[in-house]
């Protein structure tokens, strides 16, 4: 069974971080680019950061570049978030996903929320 968990969402005060993690089954991890995206109330989904297969390169959006950096541990099948100097802004539900690289294969996790107030 194919499976993406994401785990380490929270409430955290402004200025705070978290690391988020997210954890893959059921397929050949180390094949698919992964990444974070992130919804907030009202908006639509966002793209935050992803790392290709191997984890030669990475993209961060630029409402986070210099604060959030994601990682990816192809032993552990597994992909993480860093979050740093978080504000309100931040606040959503984070989602991991992967997708192959020929693009037919897409999965979704089922997403943690991140609070970031005072």
């Known amino acids: 069974q194919r499976q993406l968990v994401e785990s380490g969402g929270g409430l955290v005060q402004p200025g705070g971080s978290l690391r988020l993690s997210c954890a893959a089954s059921?397929?050949?991890?180390?094949?698919?680019?992964m990444s974070w995206y992130r919804q907030a109330p009202g908006k639509e989904r966002e793209l935050v950061a992803t790392v290709t297969p191997a984890g030669r390169s990475t993209i961060v959006g630029n409402s986070v570049k210099g604060r959030f950096t994601i990682f990816r541990d192809n032993a552990k099948n597994t992909v993480d978030l860093q979050m740093n100097s978080l504000k309100p802004e931040d606040t959503a539900v984070y989602y991991c996903?992967?997708?192959?690289?020929?693009?037919?294969?897409?999965?979704w996790g089922q997403g943690t929320q991140v609070t970031v107030s005072s």
């Open positions: 059921g397929f050949t991890f180390s094949s698919y680019v």
């Open positions: 996903r992967a997708v192959s690289l020929s693009g037919a294969m897409l999965y």
